[in-house]
């Protein structure tokens, strides 16, 4: 069950590195369809995908010792679920956004599992497997 955490931690760790990469790169207008938006929201937004990568990172830090890290993976938990609760607010408000980021939304809240996948295995008897 560790291994089968991790692997999706791995996993999950992924779409961070990929937002990471593509708002740095491709700033605001990539998601606007290539319409010209302000500096400052570009500004905002490469500045805020860049702490993508902080949480990719993050989470393979994680990976190094998941048993004795659970601290760390409540509190990126909790951040990745207040910013999907973020996203409920903004589509309860504002309105439907792109369907990748209703995906995204339902990872963000869906993640409290995580943490209870992962006090399942440290509150589990038997020998430790990586």
Do not use: C
Request: glycine share 12%; aromatic share 10%.
């Amino acid at each position: 069950m560790r291994t089968a955490l991790k692997i999706v931690l791995m996993a999950l760790s992924l779409i961070p590195l990929y937002f990471a990469v593509t708002g740095v790169m491709g700033g605001a207008a990539a998601l606007n369809g290539g319409d010209a938006v302000s500096a400052g929201l570009d500004n905002q937004f490469r500045y805020l995908s860049a702490y993508y990568l902080s949480l990719f990172f993050l989470i393979w830090y994680l990976l190094g010792d998941l048993d004795n890290r659970g601290t760390v993976l409540r509190l990126l938990v909790l951040a990745i679920f207040l910013g999907g609760l973020a996203r409920l607010y903004s589509y309860l408000n504002v309105g439907t956004p792109p369907s990748d980021m209703m995906l995204g939304m339902g990872l963000e809240l869906g993640a409290p599992v995580l943490v209870i996948w992962h006090r399942i295995i440290a509150q589990s008897t038997g020998p430790i497997v990586p």
